[in-house]
């Protein structure tokens, strides 16, 4: 028998129904850029030359450990399923972030994993990493994390079995 037409609007073809969007302002977008502005006045103002060679190198090896502990992460948690991973480039979403729908649990298990062991291989750089260069580290590891973090706030009470999908503007909760 064919149910309402409330419930076929619900369904969808893969059975997702959508629950919580979560906006992305363009306030929220252009304070996020201020503060990297801020970070590149502060690391040229106070390093100079030594401020400008630590953030090239930092941004770049930033991406290279994110890309390193999240392949890492979905080896060990979960089937590895690489195409739903990729570069982006796009604001808020810089580096290497979800594609396609991911598990809300996977999301998080690899978000924390990514915020300590980027810390703890900014801390084994140490030794060999002057002060410009330990500052431009950690900023720049904090600034990719952030709007990625941001977005498991509102979705911490949320069942963890249900996908999130990113989009430019918003961010999309839906359960199965």
């Not at 959508?18 to 801020?38: D, T």
């Not at 739903?84 to 979800?98: A, Q």
Request: overall charge positive.
């Amino acid at each position: 028998m064919r149910g309402t037409l409330a419930e076929q609007v619900k369904a969808t073809i893969y059975q997702y129904q959508l629950i919580r969007k979560i906006g992305i302002h363009k306030e929220y977008v252009w304070s996020h850029l201020v503060i990297a502005f801020v970070l590149i006045l502060f690391q040229l103002s106070m390093y100079r030359i030594d401020g400008a060679i630590a953030i090239g190198i930092s941004i770049l090896l930033i991406q290279i450990i994110h890309f390193a502990i999240i392949r890492l992460t979905l080896v060990r948690v979960d089937e590895p399923n690489y195409r739903r991973w990729g570069l982006r480039l796009s604001k808020p979403w810089f580096g290497y972030i979800p594609t396609a729908y991911i598990e809300l649990a996977l999301y998080r298990r690899v978000h924390r994993h990514l915020f300590w062991l980027g810390l703890c291989a900014i801390g084994v750089l140490y030794p060999w990493a002057n002060e410009a260069q330990m500052i431009a580290l950690i900023s720049w590891h904090l600034w990719f994390l952030v709007p990625r973090l941001l977005i498991l706030r509102p979705l911490r009470k949320c069942r963890p079995d249900g996908v999130i999908k990113f989009q430019p503007t918003e961010v999309n909760f839906y359960h199965r």
